[in-house]
């Protein structure tokens, strides 16, 4: 089990669009296991590969209370989508930040598991805002894309000044 880091905003690399996971093999079981372990210790709710700098359609999530409920999501797709909500969101990879972002309430989602089988579930309320985050995270857009220029560039300002600050 190993901690990885997870890159900040602005990083160009969070701008990679995430390739397919075609290998179900022993180096994609210790990445999820390492994800896990990273999501838990940040801690957050979600972490996509995008975030630990590993290009493949590959997320992981816990969004249950006792954070005893682990769910991995490979080449996973938005079949349907509906309804609105707009909920405060929070990025690992924006440290910090919180901002209200309109995602659709509930979807139904296609996936494979780390041994490659594929199946569909329905999601709503936060589990449902969380896979649209972590999926957006796949395709090289992150949170505050959502937001105004100002806001966003505030936010980009504020994470840079810290960033230097740290190497200093
Ligand atoms: O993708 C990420 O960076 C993880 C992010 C996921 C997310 C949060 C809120 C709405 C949508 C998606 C986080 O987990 S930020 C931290 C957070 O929200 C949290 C952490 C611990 C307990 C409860 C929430
Ligand atoms: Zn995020």
């Known amino acids: 089990m190993a901690l990885l880091n997870i890159l900040h ?12 996971v075609s ?3 022993e180096n994609l079981k210790q990445l999820v296991s390492d994800m896990f372990e ?13 975030q630990v700098d590993r290009h493949i359609r590959l997320l992981v999530m816990d969004v249950s209370e006792t954070r005893n409920q682990p769910r991995c999501l490979i080449n996973p797709v938005i079949l349907s989508a509906e ?11 924006v440290p910090g930040f919180y901002e209200k972002v309109r995602r659709a309430d ?31 995270h796949l395709d090289g857009k ?21 960033q230097k600050q740290k190497s200093s």
């Open 9 to 20: 905003f602005p990083d160009p690399r969070l701008r990679t669009v995430a390739k397919p």
């Open 23 to 25: 290998e179900f093999d």
């Open 38 to 50: 990273t999501m838990y210790e940040a801690p957050g709710i979600g972490l996509a590969a995008t």
């Open 83 to 93: 309804g609105e909500e707009e909920m405060d969101e929070g990025c690992l990879s």
């Open 106 to 136: 509930r979807i139904r989602v296609s996936t494979q598991d780390v041994d490659g089988v594929s199946s569909e579930f329905e999601a709503e309320g936060i589990e449902a805002v969380c896979i649209q985050h972590e999926m957006d």
């Open 142 to 162: 992150l949170f505050v894309d959502y937001l105004s220029n100002l806001k966003r560039n505030r936010i980009r300002s504020k994470l840079v000044k810290q």
